[in-house]
């Protein structure tokens, strides 16, 4: 028997169920039996949706906890579903819940930013030429669904209707993580084995459009990742800021995070990057469960490849390692330094601009952390700091700092007065080469005893499919023998 012919069950209350049932007899359709909830006992929803095929929810009056409990009826019986309601001011039809378990109300709910919702809500029932075109919605999707013309995968979209302007268009959800579960984070055995593994490199066009479908200011993983007004020069700029995984509700979003780079192309991917660790940071405690000590002290990489997660991620342990450092109550030693000789074209660029607007800077190397090398620019009144691989990487992120006037030390560092100050050549850093940098750094950390951990993060349940990898990275502590 067809899903036609055994007929759709409609369960609700208010304008738009009423509209369904009157657009749905007056387009020639037959066998909706509708079933309005009544009274204080709790209905045997699972009996109640057995017989039908296709099961709607429509509800003018926003009822959380009912669909809730339709939709697991529905999940039980392996019934398709679509949910039209209104709530907070909005009006909402899908995703479609198929039987296979995909297209969760809750992962739409909770992917949906809290901004798309009207601040002040008012008091006046949903208009009935609203609930006409939700209703004439909900029979166009329900017709595609039994004839399988689908030109749109609804389980995986959403549809949000603005009941003034009566203005409204379809939005892509990702399955949210804390809906559709996730992989527990495990370790990775043989980290020189997995980094040696060749990659193609993925291309920018690529990357592109993969942040660009992450990027959505109604459901996105990133409420923005763009340019802005941010001034592009002397270092291009871009931003991003991230919804947050662990609302409950509506996503929140969190704070905005600008990166910089030389091109156009540089800061959209490190700004990209950034927020997907952003992003992933918020639920270390979900991918950690079973590992309490490690979800404090674990650092999120993510990246195109293992090596530049992993690498990432090692960067992102060295300026935790530094903050540490610089709020310890130990003063923070530093020796001048001279650099007649730069290799390096970044760090050349860098420095040049850094002279033309803000006149000449002061280098310093600080006392190395856990074996790398820390790196110091005084400009414009400020201490810049940073720790990284490479006392070429450290020196141009401390120059970006200072360029991008970000991450300011409160603490001033105290010079060794009674040394010359040192020449050093800066070599070049191009190609950035992450596989011979961290098999180098495990070296650097086991003479501080101190060893490498990386745990391997199942990135589609977070993102969905795409060239992204995430990585959590611990620096622990060796193991005597």
Same mark, same amino acid.
């Given at each position: 028997?067809?899903?036609?012919?055994?007929? !759709?069950?409609?369960?609700?209350?208010?304008?738009?169920?009423?509209?369904?049932?009157?657009?749905?007899?007056?387009?020639?359709?037959?066998?909706?039996?509708?079933?309005?909830?009544?009274?204080?006992?709790?209905? &045997?929803?699972?009996?109640?949706?057995? #017989?039908?095929?296709?099961?709607?929810?429509?509800?003018?009056?926003?009822?959380?906890?009912?669909?809730?409990?339709?939709?697991?009826?529905?999940?039980?019986?392996?019934?398709?579903?679509?949910?039209?309601?209104?709530?907070?001011?909005?009006?909402?039809?899908? #995703?479609?819940?198929?039987?296979?378990?995909?297209?969760?109300?809750?992962?739409?709910?909770?992917?949906?930013?809290?901004?798309?919702?009207?601040?002040?809500?008012?008091?006046?029932?949903?208009? !009935?030429?609203?609930?006409?075109?939700?209703?004439?919605?909900?029979?166009?999707?329900?017709?595609?669904?039994?004839?399988?013309?689908?030109?749109?995968?609804?389980?995986?979209?959403?549809?949000?209707?603005?009941?003034?302007?009566?203005?409204?268009?379809?939005?892509?959800?990702?399955?949210?993580?804390?809906?559709?579960?996730?992989?527990?984070?495990?370790?990775?055995? &043989?980290?020189?084995?997995?980094?040696?593994? &060749?990659?193609?490199?993925?291309?920018?066009?690529?990357?592109?459009?993969?942040? &660009?479908?992450? !990027?959505?200011?109604?459901?996105?993983?990133?409420? =923005?990742?763009?340019?802005?007004?941010?001034?592009?020069?002397?270092?291009?700029?871009?931003?991003?800021?991230?919804?947050?995984?662990?609302?409950?509700? #509506?996503?929140?979003?969190?704070?905005?995070?600008?990166?910089?780079?030389?091109?156009?192309?540089? =800061?959209?991917?490190?700004?990209?990057?950034?927020?997907?660790?952003?992003?992933?940071?918020?639920?270390?405690?979900?991918?950690?469960?079973?590992?309490?000590?490690?979800?404090?002290?674990?650092?999120?990489?993510?990246?195109?490849?293992?090596?530049?997660?992993?690498?990432?991620?090692?960067?992102?342990?060295?300026?935790?390692?530094?903050?540490?450092?610089?709020?310890?109550?130990?003063?923070?030693?530093?020796?001048?330094?001279?650099?007649?000789?730069?290799?390096?074209?970044?760090?050349?660029?860098?420095?040049?601009?850094?002279?033309?607007?803000?006149?000449?800077?002061?280098?310093?190397?600080?006392?190395?952390?856990?074996?790398?090398?820390?790196?110091?620019?005084?400009?414009?009144?400020?201490?810049?700091?940073?720790?990284?691989?490479? @006392?070429?990487?450290?020196?141009?992120?401390?120059?970006?700092?200072?360029?991008?006037? !970000?991450?300011?030390?409160?603490? %001033?560092?105290?010079?060794?007065?009674?040394?010359?100050?040192? /020449?050093?050549?800066?070599? /070049?850093?191009?190609?950035?080469?992450?596989? %011979?940098?961290?098999? %180098?750094?495990?070296?650097?950390?086991?003479?501080?005893?101190?060893?490498?951990?990386? @745990?391997?993060?199942?990135?589609? #349940?977070?993102?969905?499919?795409?060239?992204?990898?995430?990585?959590?990275?611990?620096?622990?502590?060796?193991?005597?023998?």
């Amino acid at each position: 028997m067809s899903l036609q012919e055994e007929g !759709t069950l409609a369960i609700g209350s208010g304008r738009i169920l009423l509209s369904l049932a009157e657009s749905w007899y007056e387009s020639g359709l037959s066998k909706l039996k509708v079933y309005s909830a009544e009274g204080d006992e709790e209905p &045997n929803w699972r009996a109640i949706v057995r #017989p039908f095929q296709f099961i709607v929810y429509a509800s003018e009056h926003g009822d959380l906890e009912e669909l809730r409990r339709v939709q697991h009826a529905c999940i039980a019986e392996r019934k398709q579903m679509l949910p039209a309601i209104a709530i907070r001011g909005m009006g909402m039809v899908g #995703p479609l819940l198929h039987p296979d378990e995909d297209g969760h109300w809750e992962s739409a709910w909770m992917r949906i930013h809290s901004s798309v919702f009207p601040k002040k809500q008012t008091l006046e029932v949903f208009s !009935t030429a609203a609930a006409g075109i939700l209703s004439n919605l909900i029979i166009h999707i329900w017709h595609k669904a039994i004839t399988g013309e689908h030109e749109l995968d609804y389980r995986n979209q959403c549809f949000l209707l603005d009941p003034v302007t009566l203005t409204g268009s379809w939005h892509s959800i990702l399955p949210h993580p804390l809906v559709s579960g996730n992989d527990a984070a495990r370790p990775v055995t &043989n980290l020189a084995l997995s980094l040696g593994i &060749n990659h193609e490199q993925v291309s920018p066009e690529v990357w592109f459009n993969a942040f &660009n479908q992450l !990027t959505s200011k109604v459901t996105g993983i990133f409420h =923005a990742w763009e340019e802005a007004d941010l001034i592009q020069l002397p270092l291009a700029q871009c931003l991003v800021q991230p919804a947050d995984p662990l609302s409950k509700e #509506p996503a929140h979003l969190l704070p905005t995070i600008v990166r910089s780079g030389l091109t156009h192309v540089e =800061a959209r991917l490190e700004s990209g990057l950034a927020g997907l660790e952003a992003y992933v940071a918020r639920i270390i405690p979900l991918l950690f469960t079973g590992l309490p000590p490690l979800q404090e002290g674990t650092s999120i990489g993510a990246g195109c490849d293992i090596t530049e997660a992993v690498g990432r991620g090692l960067r992102a342990c060295l300026t935790k390692e530094l903050g540490k450092r610089i709020l310890s109550d130990e003063p923070t030693v530093v020796q001048r330094i001279a650099c007649s000789q730069i290799e390096d074209g970044r760090c050349l660029y860098y420095l040049q601009a850094l002279t033309i607007l803000d006149g000449e800077s002061l280098i310093a190397v600080g006392e190395p952390l856990l074996g790398f090398p820390t790196v110091w620019i005084y400009s414009d009144s400020s201490w810049y700091g940073s720790a990284d691989l490479s @006392f070429t990487l450290a020196l141009r992120q401390s120059l970006q700092k200072a360029l991008s006037k !970000t991450e300011r030390t409160a603490v %001033s560092p105290v010079f060794f007065e009674d040394h010359e100050v040192k /020449d050093i050549t800066i070599s /070049d850093g191009e190609p950035l080469s992450y596989h %011979s940098l961290i098999l %180098s750094a495990i070296e650097t950390l086991k003479q501080c005893d101190k060893r490498l951990e990386v @745990f391997e993060l199942h990135s589609e #349940p977070l993102w969905g499919k795409g060239p992204f990898v995430a990585y959590g990275v611990v620096l622990g502590e060796e193991e005597s023998l």
